[in-house]
């Protein structure tokens, strides 16, 4: 392993070497890296999601965290914005800050980072590199057809709230990383680590449903903002949560039967669709190769509601908030 401080040839060279290959050509690139602007030309009758997400160390991750893992999750976390909007991810940009040059943890990062651009046909076409503390910032850049958006906003009296996959598995597997829990599996940790964007999804969505997020703060607090935005409540079925078998081991040990729904990083997809577009949805989904569950219902009522062991009350839609004073 190489170590040295990083001087003006060192990061030109440094933006060269991990930064101008790896990632897949976009079709409508006209100029990628090395310039002063890339240049990008979005598909006629298309609009553009812009999105970007900072991941500090020792706030958003452990500063010891693999490199790889973390090259991983810094751009998957900016596909699931995407894919919550229902976008086709096109390109990205890394803003990197490095305490020094590692080059054998930039190999690792720009590895990981590189290997989910190129499941998704995403082009690194520029950013930023500079020293400090250890952060990363990616911005990622989608099209999709003019007016499709899935917005917070179109949340409907009586339509259905349906979630992706399995919920509170990252919340679980950080608990793991901190050595307060075991795991039966590694399924929660592998879930922190390396989170798989909903883009395939996100993509379906678009033609059924009302209301879209990506679940990053938690469930509760991620609904509560389609709540907001569309001037409506909900009730969920506690019973009908999509869980992991470790989690249902970790819920069978404690009374901590929150944690579905507080527990953040999971990146799936929570929507909201009319009860009519339920079977569509569910063979859009299982031929994009996605499991979904309908976990309940919205209503007029503003806030939010849990039916849980036959009782309903009200649950505070607190998730992990930077700036709470909770
Ligand atoms: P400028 O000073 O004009 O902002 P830079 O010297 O910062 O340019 O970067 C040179 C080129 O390398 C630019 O095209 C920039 O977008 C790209 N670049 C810099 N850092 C990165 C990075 N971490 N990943 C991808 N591209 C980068
Ligand atoms: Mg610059």
């Known amino acids: 392993m190489t170590t040295r401080e990083p001087g003006a040839s060192g990061e030109f060279a440094l933006i060269r070497r991990f930064f101008t290959r790896g990632t897949p050509r976009h079709p409508r690139t006209v100029l990628g890296v090395g310039d002063d602007c890339a240049l990008l030309q ?3 009758n298309s609009q553009l999601a812009v999105t970007a997400d900072t991941l500090v160390a020792g706030v958003h991750f452990f500063s010891d965290v693999a490199p790889h893992d973390l090259g991983h999750k810094s751009l998957a976390v900016n596909l699931s914005d995407l894919a919550a909007m229902g976008a086709s991810p096109a390109w990205v940009t890394l803003c990197l800050t490095l305490p020094a040059v590692d080059l054998e943890w930039l190999e ?97 969505l678009g033609r059924h449903a009302t209301a879209c997020i990506d679940v990053s703060d938690g469930l509760a607090a991620d609904l509560g903002h389609i709540l907001d935005a569309s001037g409506v409540g909900a009730t969920l079925e506690w019973e009908r949560l999509p869980l992991s078998t470790a989690v249902r081991d970790y819920l069978a040990q404690t009374d901590d039967w929150r944690l579905p729904l507080v527990a953040g990083d999971d990146y799936e997809l929570c929507f909201t669709a009319p009860a009519q577009a339920q079977a569509a949805i569910e063979s859009a989904l299982s031929d994009a190769r996605c499991p979904c569950s309908v976990i309940g219902r919205i209503e007029q009522e503003p806030g939010l509601r849990l039916t849980r062991d036959g009782h309903t009350e009200a649950f505070a839609p607190l998730g992990y908030d930077h700036f709470g004073l909770a």
């Open 108 to 204: 690792g990062f720009a590895a990981g980072f590189a290997e989910l651009a190129q499941g998704h046909g995403v082009e690194l076409v520029g950013g930023d590199t500079t020293r400090g503390p250890l952060s990363v910032t990616v911005q990622a850049i989608g099209e999709l057809r003019a007016g499709s958006g899935l917005r917070r906003s179109g949340a409907r009296d009586g339509d259905l709230v349906f979630v992706t996959g399995q919920i509170g598995s990252a919340g679980l597997g950080l608990k793991v990383l901190r050595g307060e829990r075991h795991s039966i599996d590694d399924e929660p940790v592998c879930r922190l680590l390396r989170p798989e964007p909903r883009v395939a999804a996100g993509r379906c």
């Open 42 to 44: 979005p598909a006629p």
